[in-house]
């Protein structure tokens, strides 16, 4: 390698797929201004997460040369929506694949995944984009990628990737970092300073996300007992995926991952004591998380404001459209005041809106939400007045919001995707005062936190459901899974497990 540059090749492809969703994700909802994107402006596409992380610190090395392969960046549906169809992973696969033949060869490639993709007739697409970089680029080449928490992964992927670094905390502070760990790991795996050895172990434990917390015990405590394995054996990094249970895909669950310095016997036996620890603490992670009923969760909201503990956050966290009205019926029916429901989710009146010309001071009198699926609930009407059109958070996306004001003091933020407010910020980036307000409702499980939570924001925090065991739902029984026995994982049936 003496006299030439490291050539590493970046991409990305990532999605948080609910299958459970009665629409799928097509290559029209990864097409957009900027998506696919190639070369630098791959490059730059997340200056604060895993890329961002990894783009800074493999450029703080002399003579190692970027190479961004055409990647589409995010959905413009978030992870609100469903199965990517086999068209839709084939066409940016590739094209990915085309471009990195095209500007190889490659001394490195690093991924920039999620974990819980779903595509229909490919049941583990991580796994799969590595079988298929690694055919281009040949077994001499390292392969390392960054994955979120919430991937449902086995030992498939690491049987043609050398390394992955796994996001621990939730909500997700230490993208930046594991961008960094990435890069760093690979540059030194080329240089033939790490050698990677690594051990992958499945638990039979599943659990809803909103559960999985890690401001709290025990899900905090098994954080900390990864970091304090890294901390006690150099070069050893350890991946905990908490599992995404609302994409049936056949790897769902928890699973441990070990990367070591060419020491396979220490990988393998530090899985076993993660994965034993989890086992132990299974009935407090699956109890660590209070959620209450659409109904008692307002009627304490109402509580908490005349307490004076406000503002209170209803956390409507079952909600995987965006389109669910339950929360926002449910407030009306109880006549809560001052309260900023930021957002609910209607592509079709967003649009109608827009086309009318829409602006502030108009009447506003309309059916919205509902309809998406069955989750949803009915449409809800909503009579007030226009307070705001603005650009959405992500103004790349071409998305505009409408602001309604109604009620006593009510503001409703209509988008056309579901969006997941994690930080008062976000709400007055769209003219919003935050702390105007005696409760917001949002539809987010545990991100929200970060703002809202972390910050000590707001006093009151209550985690919100319907009666019904929807999509979204904690009570994972009441779903259709095909591709997964629930009796197989515990607490939905009586698996053994032996670390």
């Not at 402006?41 to 090395?61: D, M, Q």
């Not at 490639?109 to 490919?122: I, Q």
């Not at 019926?329 to 109608?352: F, H, K, S, Y």
């Not at 997941?420 to 005062?433: K, N």
């Amino acid at each position: 390698m003496t006299g030439r540059p490291i050539r590493i090749a970046v991409l990305k492809f990532s999605h948080e797929t609910v299958t459970f969703l009665p629409y799928d994700t097509t290559v029209a909802d990864f097409t957009y201004p900027g998506s696919p994107a190639r070369g630098e402006a791959l490059l730059r596409s997340e200056p604060r997460s895993y890329i961002g992380g990894f783009v800074k610190l493999a450029r703080e090395h002399a003579g190692v040369e970027l190479v961004g392969i055409e990647s589409p960046l995010d959905s413009r549906a978030g992870s609100g929506s469903g199965w990517l169809t086999t068209e839709c992973f084939e066409h940016f696969a590739g094209r990915m694949i085309a471009d990195l033949r095209a500007q190889g060869p490659f001394d490195g490639v690093y991924l920039s995944l999620h974990g819980a993709m779903a595509v229909r007739g490919v049941p583990r697409p991580e796994a799969e984009l590595a079988r298929r970089v690694r055919e281009v680029v040949g077994r001499g080449v390292f392969l390392a990628a960054t994955f979120d928490p919430h991937g449902n992964e086995d030992e498939e992927f690491l049987q043609h990737a050398d390394m992955a670094f796994t996001v621990k905390y939730f909500p997700h502070y230490d993208a930046y970092l594991q961008g960094e760990r990435a890069a760093r790991m690979l540059i030194r795996a080329i240089r033939g300073d790490y050698a990677p050895s690594h051990a992958t172990l499945k638990l039979p434990v599943i659990s809803p996300t909103v559960l999985q917390w890690t401001g709290a015990s025990p899900w905090m405590d098994l954080v900390q007992r990864a970091l304090v394995w890294e901390a006690r054996e150099p070069d050893v990094f350890v991946n905990v995926f908490f599992g995404f249970p609302w994409a049936d895909v056949p790897d769902a669950g928890m699973t441990f991952q070990v990367i070591a310095n060419g020491q396979p016997e220490l990988a393998q036996r530090i899985a076993r004591d993660m994965a034993g620890f989890a086992w132990r603490q299974r009935e407090a992670l699956l109890g660590s998380t209070r959620i209450h009923r659409i109904g008692e969760g307002v009627a304490l909201a109402r509580q908490a404001v005349a307490e004076g503990r406000r503002p209170v956050v209803l956390a409507d966290h079952s909600d995987r459209s965006g389109y669910a009205t339950w929360l926002l019926r449910e407030i009306m029916a109880q006549g809560l005041r001052n309260t900023l429901v930021a957002t609910v989710a209607d592509a079709p009146a967003v649009e109608r809106l827009l086309a009318q010309g829409v602006k502030p001071g108009d009447a506003f009198d309309m059916e919205i939400g509902g309809r998406a699926e069955t989750s949803a609930g009915d449409p809800v009407r909503v009579r007030g007045v226009v307070q705001a059109v603005t650009s959405g958070l992500r103004e790349n996306r071409g998305d505009q919001w409408v602001q309604v004001r109604f009620g006593e003091g009510n503001v409703l933020v209509l988008t056309p995707f579901l969006t997941q407010i994690m930080e008062p910020d976000s709400l007055r980036g769209i003219g919003l005062d935050p702390d105007g307000f005696d409760v917001i409702a949002i539809k987010s499980r545990v991100h929200f936190r970060r703002g809202f939570h972390d910050t000590g924001f707001a006093p009151t925090i209550l985690l919100v459901e319907p009666d019904q065991p929807f999509l979204g739902t904690v009570r994972l029984d009441g779903l259709r899974y095909e591709n997964l026995d629930l009796r197989a994982f515990y607490p939905y049936g009586e698996p053994a497990f032996g670390a």
